[in-house]
């Protein structure tokens, strides 16, 4: 059949399939609007979903930062920051016995062959007990009854004699004596009454100079407080002493050390390289007005205590400010006088300084525990071997000065700040994205950007053998400071911190020089004050 065989289709029956396909297409155009409208609100719910998960990521992500700022400032003690042995808490001291015991257990059997053993070294001279030629006294002990047979060995054989020394002193007590002062009257009708002997301060009864003397080292050096330091004295001494006398004698003893710390500083600027470092304290007083100490302009607005040292290797020198900052600083007449190599923390308030010294030395083992704190973190490698490289650099220096070199050579110096230079580097980059969680730059970016700015000062002990790499001594010149906050809590007053610090400086500085603190007390109760600039006058 061709073609033009096939029947025509009618009109109605075109009309009836336009008609279905008209409403086929009607019907898809309503699944199409249907359709869109479901992606539309797909698209919406997906829009909300991933928001919410973006926020949801966000706060993750502040909460851990928050649990590592948390952790790494729980984690923080002597060891891995700056912060001073006396804030440790029981844990880390526990933790740090626990490893020392661990160490010493181990030590034998894992230690290289030339790692020290516990005990006395070889060359050490000891300090044990050691018979003494000339004895104070000598007493012969007789034997009882024979241990055999009981009988009496009254003019028995003596058979040998076996020495037996016991070092011991005497019952103590205190003694009174009394002197008679005789007036006599010369021809000229003058009457002239014998002087009071040296010491005798608050006749017509008064305590002497030996006791006055016992009685400030126990209250002083030996950190009692004057209720306890009391207590003490008449506990050794058998006496009737109150607090209040404590008290009175340690007001004298800090009056005649004045001319000790005008000495003291004028000592120290004499010096070619100082130590420096700063602590809060605490008083019950809440300003320096309190007790009539000098007035400070704003003072009392900005009253945060801070006891301040600066020292050599033999002067100590211990100051007390009404605040941390310049404002105290500068009525000490002493840190923007120095011109010599100052060694300190990382602490600003040096800043000011630096423009009248020869060189400023970052203190090393401060930026040692810093980057231990960082290097128990995950992903910051760079931080041990930048311990690594700061102790290389010190090892270098003391094999050179125990092979009689006067400096490093140029190659050495470059191996230690190339290495000190990278490993600072990778620590900016490995901490460039991560923020605390205030948003802040991270510690291990501020610590690394620290020390690459930093350089010259952390390392100027490899250009200069005469300047320590830590500030080690003048933390311990304040562990004093820190022994009497844990004992006593705080002290009284700003005027009482001041009286401390320059007893402690006298304390302190007599002993580095081997001067006898017990002559030492006496001199200055009786207005010879050893000093660093002149001798004590002999009597």
């Known amino acids: 059949m061709t073609a033009a065989d096939q029947p025509t289709p009618s009109v109605d029956g075109l009309l009836t399939a336009l008609a279905e396909r008209d409403q086929r297409i009607a019907r898809q155009a309503v699944l199409i609007r249907e359709g869109v409208g479901r992606e539309a609100v797909l698209t919406a719910r997906i829009a909300e979903l991933e ?11 502040a909460l851990e930062a928050l649990v590592a700022d948390v952790a790494r400032k729980l984690g923080k003690d002597s ?17 740090r016995r626990r490893q020392e015991r661990e160490r010493r257990r181990t030590e034998p059997a894992e230690g290289p062959k030339d790692a020290k053993k516990r005990g006395g070294q070889p060359g050490h001279p000891g300090g044990g007990l050691a018979f003494t030629a000339t004895p104070d006294d000598v007493r012969v002990v007789e034997p009882g009854p024979c241990g055999g047979c009981g009988a009496d060995l009254a003019g028995a054989p003596q058979v040998r004699t076996v020495p037996l020394q016991v070092v011991d002193i005497p019952e103590i007590r205190a003694l009174v004596r009394q002197f008679l002062l005789v007036s006599r009257r010369c021809g000229c009708g003058t009457v002239t009454r014998a002087a009071a002997p040296e010491g005798a301060v608050g006749a017509p009864v008064c305590y002497g100079p030996n ?20 207590e003490t004295v008449n506990g050794l001494f058998g006496t009737a002493v109150s607090t209040g006398w404590i008290n009175k004698i340690a007001a004298r003893f800090a009056a005649g050390l004045r001319g000790f710390e005008a000495d003291a500083k004028t000592a120290l600027l004499t010096e070619q390289v100082l130590l ?21 302009a704003g003072a009392a607005r900005t009253f945060k205590p801070c006891v301040f040292t600066l020292r050599s290797e033999k002067i100590v020198w211990l100051g007390a400010g009404h605040t941390r900052g310049h404002a105290a600083m500068e009525p000490f007449d ?16 040096y800043l000011k300084y630096e423009q009248t010294l020869k060189a400023r030395q970052l203190c090393n083992a401060h ?5 231990r704190g960082i290097a128990a973190e995950p992903g910051q490698g760079w931080a041990t071997t930048m311990i690594a490289a700061l102790r290389a650099g010190r090892a270098a220096v003391k094999a050179a000065i125990t092979a009689g070199a006067a ?14 230079t990278a490993q600072a580097t990778a620590g900016m980059a490995v901490n460039r994205a991560r923020r605390t969680a205030n948003g802040g730059r991270h510690p ?7 020390l690459l700015d930093k350089i010259d000062q952390v390392l100027h002990h490899l250009t200069d053998f005469a300047v320590p790499w830590t500030s080690n001594l003048a933390e311990q010149a304040l562990r004093h400071v820190k022994v009497h906050l844990k004992t006593s809590g705080c002290f009284r007053t700003l005027a009482t911190t001041r009286a401390y610090c320059r007893i402690h400086s006298y304390l302190i500085t007599i002993r580095l020089h081997g001067v006898d603190p017990m002559k030492a007390i006496r001199d200055a109760l009786a207005g010879r004050a050893w000093t660093p600039l002149r001798a004590v006058t002999a009597h």
């Not at 928001?51 to 992500?61: H, L, M, Q, T, Y």
């Not at 291990?444 to 620290?450: E, M, S």
């Open 444 to 450: 291990g970016w501020v610590l690394a950007k620290r």
């Open 334 to 349: 002493v840190f923007g006088r120095f011109t010599g190599t100052l060694v300190t923390d990382d602490w600003g308030g």
């Open 276 to 296: 420096a470092d700063e602590t809060p304290v605490n008083t019950a007083a809440d300003s320096p007005e309190a007790d009539g100490a000098d007035p400070v």
């Open 407 to 420: 400096a490093l050579t140029a190659e050495q110096i470059e191996q230690v700040r190339a290495e000190y």
């Open 79 to 95: 060891q891995n920051s700056s912060k001073p042995p006396s804030s440790d808490g029981l844990g880390s001291r526990a933790e």
């Open 211 to 230: 006791l006055s003397a016992a009685a400030l080292l126990l209250h002083t050096f030996g950190q009692l407080g004057q209720e306890r330091a009391a």
């Open 367 to 371: 930026l040692i525990r810093s980057a």
């Open 51 to 61: 928001e919410r998960d973006a926020a949801k990521d966000a706060r993750i992500a």
